[in-house]
Protein backbone atom coordinates (compact mmCIF):
# COMPACT_ATOMS: atom_id res chain seq x y z
CA UNK A 1 0.00 0.00 0.00
CA UNK A 2 1.34 3.28 -0.99
CA UNK A 3 1.48 6.10 1.93
CA UNK A 4 1.22 9.45 1.16
CA UNK A 5 2.99 11.43 4.15
CA UNK A 6 0.75 14.75 3.97
CA UNK A 7 2.61 17.92 4.67
CA UNK A 8 2.40 20.06 6.62
CA UNK A 9 0.77 17.80 9.47
CA UNK A 10 0.91 17.39 13.34
CA UNK A 11 2.20 19.86 15.77
CA UNK A 12 1.75 23.70 15.39
CA UNK A 13 4.11 26.19 16.72
CA UNK A 14 1.54 27.58 19.16
CA UNK A 15 1.49 23.22 21.11
CA UNK A 16 5.19 23.24 20.79
CA UNK A 17 5.68 26.08 22.77
CA UNK A 18 2.46 25.63 25.01
CA UNK A 19 3.89 22.27 25.73
CA UNK A 20 7.70 22.97 26.32
CA UNK A 21 6.32 25.38 28.65
CA UNK A 22 4.46 23.73 30.86
CA UNK A 23 6.93 21.22 30.94
CA UNK A 24 9.50 24.01 32.09
CA UNK A 25 7.71 25.05 35.03
CA UNK A 26 7.08 21.55 36.09
CA UNK A 27 10.57 20.78 35.86
CA UNK A 28 11.58 24.25 37.87
CA UNK A 29 12.19 23.78 41.54
CA UNK A 30 10.79 27.20 42.52
CA UNK A 31 7.61 27.22 40.84
CA UNK A 32 4.91 27.18 43.69
CA UNK A 33 3.14 23.97 43.54
CA UNK A 34 0.86 22.02 42.82
CA UNK A 35 0.52 22.64 39.21
CA UNK A 36 -2.61 23.36 37.48
CA UNK A 37 -3.56 23.48 33.76
CA UNK A 38 -7.07 25.10 33.11
CA UNK A 39 -8.71 22.84 30.76
CA UNK A 40 -6.39 20.72 28.71
CA UNK A 41 -3.72 22.29 27.28
CA UNK A 42 -4.37 21.14 23.62
CA UNK A 43 -7.06 18.90 22.57
CA UNK A 44 -5.31 15.51 22.47
CA UNK A 45 -5.20 13.33 25.39
CA UNK A 46 -1.88 11.79 24.84
CA UNK A 47 -0.58 15.35 25.25
CA UNK A 48 -2.55 15.75 28.29
CA UNK A 49 -1.08 12.29 29.80
CA UNK A 50 2.51 13.08 28.91
CA UNK A 51 2.27 16.01 31.02
CA UNK A 52 0.18 13.88 33.84
CA UNK A 53 3.92 12.44 34.18
CA UNK A 54 5.44 15.59 35.22
CA UNK A 55 2.74 15.89 37.92
CA UNK A 56 0.60 18.65 36.18
CA UNK A 57 -2.76 18.03 36.87
CA UNK A 58 -5.27 19.38 34.49
CA UNK A 59 -8.77 19.84 35.29
CA UNK A 60 -10.81 19.29 32.48
CA UNK A 61 -14.08 21.40 31.64
CA UNK A 62 -15.63 23.87 29.59
CA UNK A 63 -16.54 26.56 32.10
CA UNK A 64 -12.87 28.43 32.99
CA UNK A 65 -14.55 30.31 35.82
CA UNK A 66 -15.86 27.26 37.12
CA UNK A 67 -12.67 25.34 36.95
CA UNK A 68 -10.46 27.89 38.53
CA UNK A 69 -12.84 27.63 41.66
CA UNK A 70 -11.52 24.03 42.37
CA UNK A 71 -7.57 25.83 42.45
CA UNK A 72 -6.96 27.30 46.00
CA UNK A 73 -3.21 27.63 45.92
CA UNK A 74 -0.04 26.81 43.64
CA UNK A 75 0.40 27.73 39.95
CA UNK A 76 -2.05 27.70 36.99
CA UNK A 77 -1.20 27.40 33.69
CA UNK A 78 -3.70 28.68 30.92
CA UNK A 79 -3.98 26.74 27.91
CA UNK A 80 -3.16 27.50 24.13
CA UNK A 81 -6.95 27.94 23.75
CA UNK A 82 -6.43 31.35 25.89
CA UNK A 83 -9.03 32.48 28.80
CA UNK A 84 -11.50 35.71 29.66
CA UNK A 85 -10.35 38.77 31.41
CA UNK A 86 -12.37 37.64 33.70
CA UNK A 87 -10.44 34.67 34.45
CA UNK A 88 -7.01 36.07 34.60
CA UNK A 89 -8.73 38.45 37.17
CA UNK A 90 -10.16 35.60 39.28
CA UNK A 91 -6.64 34.02 39.28
CA UNK A 92 -5.20 36.83 41.04
CA UNK A 93 -7.61 37.49 43.70
CA UNK A 94 -7.01 34.14 44.49
CA UNK A 95 -2.92 34.37 44.71
CA UNK A 96 -2.27 32.07 42.08
CA UNK A 97 1.01 32.06 40.04
CA UNK A 98 0.28 32.20 36.00
CA UNK A 99 1.61 30.80 33.30
CA UNK A 100 0.12 32.23 30.05
CA UNK A 101 0.25 29.44 27.62
CA UNK A 102 -2.02 31.17 25.13
CA UNK A 103 -1.57 30.65 21.43
CA UNK A 104 -0.03 33.41 19.97
CA UNK A 105 -2.51 33.55 17.17
CA UNK A 106 -5.01 33.57 20.03
CA UNK A 107 -4.08 36.75 21.58
CA UNK A 108 -3.91 38.43 18.46
CA UNK A 109 -7.73 37.50 18.44
CA UNK A 110 -7.98 38.89 21.64
CA UNK A 111 -6.46 42.09 21.16
CA UNK A 112 -8.37 42.71 17.66
CA UNK A 113 -11.88 41.79 20.10
CA UNK A 114 -10.95 44.62 22.48
CA UNK A 115 -10.11 47.15 19.84
CA UNK A 116 -12.63 47.09 18.28
CA UNK A 117 -15.10 47.05 20.90
CA UNK A 118 -13.33 49.99 22.16
CA UNK A 119 -14.60 51.17 18.72
CA UNK A 120 -18.09 50.74 19.21
CA UNK A 121 -18.49 47.53 16.62
CA UNK A 122 -20.73 44.99 17.65
CA UNK A 123 -18.95 41.64 16.67
CA UNK A 124 -19.77 38.32 15.37
CA UNK A 125 -17.83 35.79 16.35
CA UNK A 126 -17.53 32.82 14.26
CA UNK A 127 -16.92 29.44 16.47
CA UNK A 128 -17.55 26.76 17.65
CA UNK A 129 -19.95 26.75 20.81
CA UNK A 130 -18.85 24.96 24.39
CA UNK A 131 -15.20 25.31 22.57
CA UNK A 132 -12.60 26.99 24.63
CA UNK A 133 -11.33 29.03 22.43
CA UNK A 134 -15.09 31.27 21.80
CA UNK A 135 -15.21 31.53 25.65
CA UNK A 136 -12.02 33.49 25.83
CA UNK A 137 -12.31 35.59 22.86
CA UNK A 138 -15.99 36.54 23.83
CA UNK A 139 -15.10 37.13 27.30
CA UNK A 140 -12.78 40.23 26.65
CA UNK A 141 -15.76 42.11 25.64
CA UNK A 142 -18.97 39.93 26.46
CA UNK A 143 -21.31 43.36 26.35
CA UNK A 144 -20.10 43.63 22.47
CA UNK A 145 -19.77 40.14 21.09
CA UNK A 146 -22.03 37.47 19.73
CA UNK A 147 -21.37 34.01 19.16
CA UNK A 148 -22.43 32.21 15.64
CA UNK A 149 -21.85 29.16 13.93
CA UNK A 150 -23.27 29.93 11.17
CA UNK A 151 -25.04 33.28 9.14
CA UNK A 152 -28.63 31.94 10.01
CA UNK A 153 -27.59 32.64 13.75
CA UNK A 154 -27.59 35.83 13.04
CA UNK A 155 -30.81 36.65 11.90
CA UNK A 156 -32.47 37.24 15.47
CA UNK A 157 -29.92 40.01 15.85
CA UNK A 158 -30.94 43.77 16.02
CA UNK A 159 -28.14 44.82 13.79
CA UNK A 160 -29.39 47.50 11.86
CA UNK A 161 -27.46 50.41 11.63
CA UNK A 162 -24.77 49.24 14.18
CA UNK A 163 -20.98 49.14 13.31
CA UNK A 164 -20.22 45.61 12.94
CA UNK A 165 -17.18 43.48 12.17
CA UNK A 166 -17.03 39.53 12.13
CA UNK A 167 -13.82 38.35 13.32
CA UNK A 168 -13.38 33.85 13.59
CA UNK A 169 -12.00 30.90 15.83
CA UNK A 170 -8.57 30.61 14.95
CA UNK A 171 -9.35 26.65 14.10
CA UNK A 172 -12.18 26.62 11.71
CA UNK A 173 -12.68 25.31 7.72
CA UNK A 174 -11.68 27.83 5.88
CA UNK A 175 -14.35 26.82 3.56
CA UNK A 176 -17.37 27.27 5.72
CA UNK A 177 -15.91 29.96 7.00
CA UNK A 178 -15.74 31.77 3.68
CA UNK A 179 -19.45 30.74 2.81
CA UNK A 180 -20.63 32.14 6.04
CA UNK A 181 -18.75 35.27 5.59
CA UNK A 182 -20.47 35.52 2.45
CA UNK A 183 -23.61 35.57 3.44
CA UNK A 184 -23.13 38.04 6.29
CA UNK A 185 -22.01 40.12 3.73
CA UNK A 186 -24.83 39.97 1.22
CA UNK A 187 -26.88 41.10 4.64
CA UNK A 188 -24.83 43.66 6.27
CA UNK A 189 -23.24 45.47 3.45
CA UNK A 190 -21.29 47.37 6.03
CA UNK A 191 -19.49 44.51 7.89
CA UNK A 192 -15.60 44.15 8.13
CA UNK A 193 -14.04 41.38 8.06
CA UNK A 194 -10.99 39.76 9.94
CA UNK A 195 -10.65 36.17 8.85
CA UNK A 196 -8.50 35.09 12.21
CA UNK A 197 -7.96 31.17 10.87
CA UNK A 198 -4.39 30.79 12.02
CA UNK A 199 -1.73 30.05 9.13
CA UNK A 200 -1.28 26.37 10.81
CA UNK A 201 -4.55 25.61 10.13
CA UNK A 202 -5.34 26.96 6.65
CA UNK A 203 -1.76 25.26 5.24
CA UNK A 204 -2.72 21.58 6.79
CA UNK A 205 -6.32 21.73 5.23
CA UNK A 206 -5.11 23.30 1.96
CA UNK A 207 -2.56 20.13 2.24
CA UNK A 208 -4.91 17.84 3.25
CA UNK A 209 -7.05 18.51 0.16
CA UNK A 210 -4.43 19.07 -2.37
CA UNK A 211 -2.91 15.58 -1.48
CA UNK A 212 -6.48 13.56 -1.08
CA UNK A 213 -6.56 13.80 -4.64
CA UNK A 214 -4.42 11.33 -5.85
CA UNK A 215 -5.27 8.90 -2.59
CA UNK A 216 -8.24 6.30 -2.24
CA UNK A 217 -8.58 7.30 1.53
CA UNK A 218 -7.40 9.78 3.95
CA UNK A 219 -6.68 8.79 7.83
CA UNK A 220 -6.63 11.85 10.24
CA UNK A 221 -4.78 10.93 13.44
CA UNK A 222 -6.12 13.28 16.21
CA UNK A 223 -8.74 13.36 19.41
CA UNK A 224 -12.25 13.66 18.94
CA UNK A 225 -12.09 17.09 20.80
CA UNK A 226 -10.16 18.73 18.53
CA UNK A 227 -11.53 21.03 16.32
CA UNK A 228 -8.66 21.49 13.85
CA UNK A 229 -8.76 17.56 13.34
CA UNK A 230 -12.14 16.99 12.74
CA UNK A 231 -11.83 19.96 10.66
CA UNK A 232 -9.61 17.98 8.23
CA UNK A 233 -11.92 15.18 7.95
CA UNK A 234 -14.62 17.44 7.13
CA UNK A 235 -12.63 19.20 4.40
CA UNK A 236 -11.25 16.23 2.89
CA UNK A 237 -14.72 14.55 2.04
CA UNK A 238 -16.34 18.25 1.53
CA UNK A 239 -13.54 20.01 -0.88
CA UNK A 240 -11.74 16.58 -2.12
CA UNK A 241 -14.72 14.33 -2.33
CA UNK A 242 -12.58 11.48 -0.66
CA UNK A 243 -13.31 9.43 2.18
CA UNK A 244 -11.48 10.57 5.32
CA UNK A 245 -11.58 9.34 9.13
CA UNK A 246 -10.00 10.11 12.57
CA UNK A 247 -8.29 7.93 14.30
CA UNK A 248 -6.98 8.10 17.87
CA UNK A 249 -4.30 5.41 17.37
CA UNK A 250 -3.27 2.63 15.29
CA UNK A 251 -6.41 0.62 16.98
CA UNK A 252 -8.86 2.87 15.63
CA UNK A 253 -8.00 2.04 12.07
CA UNK A 254 -10.84 -0.53 10.42
CA UNK A 255 -9.35 -2.89 7.66
CA UNK A 256 -12.93 -2.28 5.97
CA UNK A 257 -11.56 1.35 5.14
CA UNK A 258 -8.56 0.68 3.35
CA UNK A 259 -10.40 -2.48 1.32
CA UNK A 260 -9.90 -2.30 -2.39
CA UNK A 261 -7.40 0.70 -1.44
CA UNK A 262 -4.45 1.17 -2.87
CA UNK A 263 -2.96 4.59 -2.04
CA UNK A 264 -4.22 6.11 1.74
CA UNK A 265 -3.44 9.64 2.57
CA UNK A 266 -2.07 10.60 6.75
CA UNK A 267 -2.22 13.70 8.06
CA UNK A 268 -2.74 15.10 11.85
CA UNK A 269 -4.28 17.92 13.25
CA UNK A 270 -2.27 20.51 14.85
CA UNK A 271 -2.32 19.14 18.73
CA UNK A 272 -1.56 15.66 17.55
CA UNK A 273 2.13 14.27 19.13
CA UNK A 274 4.36 13.26 16.26
CA UNK A 275 5.09 9.31 17.79
CA UNK A 276 1.15 8.61 17.47
CA UNK A 277 0.98 9.85 13.38
CA UNK A 278 4.23 7.66 12.66
CA UNK A 279 2.70 4.77 14.66
CA UNK A 280 -0.49 4.80 11.74
CA UNK A 281 2.52 5.78 8.67
CA UNK A 282 4.53 2.62 9.58
CA UNK A 283 1.44 0.29 10.04
CA UNK A 284 -0.47 1.44 6.70
CA UNK A 285 3.08 0.96 4.91
CA UNK A 286 3.80 -2.45 6.53
CA UNK A 287 -0.39 -3.47 5.68
CA UNK A 288 -1.44 -6.24 3.94
CA UNK A 289 -5.12 -6.50 3.27
CA UNK A 290 -6.11 -10.36 5.13
CA UNK A 291 -6.93 -11.90 1.78
CA UNK A 292 -3.71 -10.64 -0.24
CA UNK A 293 -1.86 -12.31 2.88
CA UNK A 294 -3.85 -15.78 2.70
CA UNK A 295 -3.14 -16.03 -1.16
CA UNK A 296 0.72 -15.14 -0.79
CA UNK A 297 0.91 -17.56 2.52
Not at 125 to 145: K, T
Not at 263 to 277: D, K, Y
Request: glycine letters at 8%.
Amino acid sequence: MEVVKITPRGYCYGVVDAMKLVRQVAENPAAKKPIFVLGLIVHNHHAVEELDRYGVISLDGENRLELIEQVKDGTVVFTAHGVSQEVRRRAEEIGLDVVDATCPDVTKTHDLIRRLADDGYTILYIGRRGHPEPEGAMGEAPDHVHLIETAKDAEGLDLDGRKLAVVTQTTLSRWDTEETISHLRERFPQIEVFNEICLATQLRQEAAVREASRCDVVIVVGDTRSNNSNRLVQVVREQAGRPAYLVDTVADIDPAWLEGKQTVGVTAGSSTPSPITREVVQFLEAYKAPETATARG
